[in-house]
C-alpha cells in the first residue's frame, strides 16, 4: 500500500474465494533439511471475533533481505504461512532481512517464527528501524533468541517506523539466517492523508450474502465484521449519498493469521446520481491497493 494513497471509500471485507495458500517448493537437496509438512488452508471463525486496534503490518508487505538461497525467497516471511520460509546464503554472516510496512507507524513488538516441528535453534540479532528503507537505527541491541518455533521482541516504548529490519549474525541450528514470518504488530495510521472514507456508514447493498455477513459489515469500519456472498458474481454496492470525486478504494479482510492469504478477482463500477447503470472503473485485476486515477460517482461497487 502506498504511503500516498488518499482517501479510502470502501472497507469492504470481501470473502467468498477458495483460499489459496502460497508456498515455496522446498528444492531438491543432498543436505539434511527440516521436513516442511502442507498445511490444510483453513476457514475463517464464524463469526470472526476479534477486533484489534493492534495488527501485524507485515502482513502481505514487501519484503527484502541482503541474500537468499534458492526458493526461499524474503516474500515467504510475510505471506502468512509458517511453513513458508525465507533462508540467507549460507556461510556469510552477517545477514538481513526487511520488511516495508509501506508508512510510518507505532510498533509494539516483533513475533519470529520458523516452521513447527524443525530442531531448536537460537539466531543472534539485532533490531534495526527506520523510515526510507536505507538509513537504519538500532532500537534493541544484539541478542540470542531461542526460536522453536516462535519469539516475540518488545520494541522499545515509543518505536515509531516503516522498515524493520533483522540485522543477523548467528544461528545455532543452520549457518544462515532462517525465517517463516516477520510478523511487526502496532497501530496502522488509520487517517487518509486527504479525503476521506466516503463509505464510511453509507448504506451497503449486496447481490447475495450468507448467514449473518450482511453487506453493512462492509462499511462499519470494523475488520472483525465481514460480508460474505452466496455465489459468483457478486456485486457489494455502497451508496454514497451524493457524486464525489474519488481517489481509491481500499478493501481490507480482517488481518489475523486465523486468515489464510487470498486473492480475489473483481472489477469497480461507479455511477453518478441519475444514471441508470454503471460503467467500470477498475477493470478486472487482483485487488492490491495502489493509486487509482481519479473518477466521479455517487455509487462505487
Ligand atoms: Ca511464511
Given at each position: 500500500?502506498?504511503?500516498?494513497?488518499?482517501?479510502?471509500?470502501?472497507?469492504?471485507?470481501?470473502?467468498?474465494?477458495?483460499?489459496?495458500?502460497?508456498?515455496?517448493?522446498?528444492?531438491?537437496?543432498?543436505?539434511?533439511?527440516?521436513?516442511?509438512?502442507h498445511?490444510?488452508?483453513?476457514?475463517?471463525?464464524?463469526?470472526?471475533?476479534?477486533?484489534?486496534?493492534?495488527?501485524?503490518?507485515?502482513?502481505?508487505?514487501?519484503?527484502?533481505?541482503?541474500?537468499?538461497?534458492?526458493?526461499?525467497?524474503?516474500?515467504?516471511?510475510?505471506?502468512?504461512?509458517?511453513?513458508?520460509?525465507?533462508?540467507?546464503?549460507?556461510?556469510?554472516?552477517?545477514?538481513?532481512?526487511?520488511?516495508?510496512?509501506?508508512?510510518?507507524?507505532?510498533?509494539?513488538?516483533?513475533?519470529?517464527?520458523?516452521?513447527?516441528?524443525?530442531?531448536?535453534?537460537?539466531?543472534?540479532?539485532?533490531?534495526?528501524?527506520?523510515?526510507?528503507?536505507?538509513?537504519?537505527?538500532?532500537?534493541?541491541?544484539?541478542?540470542?533468541?531461542?526460536?522453536?518455533p516462535?519469539?516475540?521482541?518488545?520494541?522499545?516504548?515509543?518505536?515509531?517506523?516503516?522498515?524493520?529490519?533483522?540485522?543477523?549474525?548467528?544461528?545455532?541450528?543452520?549457518?544462515?539466517?532462517?525465517?517463516?514470518e516477520?510478523?511487526?504488530?502496532?497501530?496502522?495510521?488509520?487517517?487518509?492523508?486527504?479525503?476521506?472514507?466516503?463509505?464510511l456508514?453509507?448504506?451497503?447493498?449486496?447481490?447475495?450474502?450468507?448467514?449473518?455477513?450482511?453487506?453493512?459489515?462492509?462499511?462499519?469500519?470494523?475488520?472483525?465484521?465481514?460480508?460474505?456472498?452466496?455465489?459468483?458474481?457478486?456485486?457489494?454496492?455502497?451508496?454514497l449519498?451524493?457524486?464525489?470525486?474519488?481517489?481509491?478504494?481500499?478493501?481490507?479482510?480482517?488481518?489475523?493469521?486465523?486468515?489464510?492469504?487470498?486473492?480475489?478477482?473483481?472489477?469497480?463500477?461507479?455511477?453518478?446520481?441519475?444514471?441508470t447503470?454503471?460503467?467500470?472503473?477498475?477493470?478486472?485485476r487482483?485487488?492490491?491497493p495502489?493509486?487509482?486515477?481519479?473518477?466521479?460517482?455517487?455509487?462505487?461497487?
Open positions: 500500500m502506498s504511503s500516498k494513497y488518499c482517501g479510502h471509500l470502501l472497507d469492504i471485507l470481501w470473502f467468498g474465494h477458495p483460499p489459496h495458500p502460497r508456498r515455496a517448493t522446498p528444492h531438491e537437496s543432498t543436505v539434511s533439511r527440516p521436513h516442511v509438512t498445511r490444510a488452508p483453513r476457514r475463517p471463525p464464524h463469526p470472526a471475533a476479534q477486533a484489534a486496534s493492534e495488527s501485524n503490518l507485515a502482513a502481505g508487505r514487501p519484503a527484502t533481505a541482503s541474500s537468499h538461497t534458492d526458493v526461499y525467497r524474503p516474500a515467504n516471511v510475510t505471506d502468512g504461512d509458517q511453513a513458508t520460509y525465507w533462508e540467507s546464503a549460507g556461510n556469510a554472516f552477517p545477514q538481513w532481512i526487511q520488511v516495508d510496512l509501506g508508512a510510518t507507524a507505532a510498533l509494539s513488538r516483533l513475533v519470529l517464527k520458523l516452521p513447527g516441528g524443525w530442531p531448536n535453534r537460537t539466531q543472534t540479532l539485532a533490531v534495526q528501524t527506520g523510515t526510507n528503507g536505507t538509513t537504519f537505527t538500532t532500537v534493541v541491541p544484539q541478542t540470542t533468541y531461542a526460536v522453536n516462535a519469539t516475540t521482541i518488545t520494541l522499545p516504548a515509543g518505536t515509531t517506523a516503516r522498515h524493520v529490519r533483522l540485522h543477523i549474525t548467528a544461528n545455532s541450528g543452520w549457518p544462515a539466517g532462517q525465517l517463516s516477520l510478523e511487526v504488530w502496532g497501530t496502522a495510521p488509520d487517517t487518509p492523508q486527504d479525503g476521506a472514507n466516503l463509505a456508514g453509507k448504506p451497503m447493498t449486496a447481490s447475495s450474502h450468507t448467514h449473518t455477513y450482511a453487506a453493512a459489515n462492509a462499511g462499519d469500519d470494523n475488520l472483525s465484521t465481514y460480508w460474505e456472498s452466496a455465489a459468483y458474481p457478486a456485486t457489494l454496492t455502497a451508496q449519498g451524493a457524486d464525489a470525486t474519488l481517489t481509491s478504494v481500499t478493501l481490507k479482510l480482517n488481518p489475523d493469521a486465523v486468515w489464510a492469504r487470498r486473492t480475489q478477482t473483481l472489477t469497480v463500477q461507479g455511477r453518478v446520481q441519475g444514471a447503470a454503471f460503467t467500470t472503473l477498475v477493470p478486472p487482483p485487488p492490491t495502489s493509486t487509482r486515477p481519479p473518477a466521479t460517482a455517487s455509487r462505487s461497487r
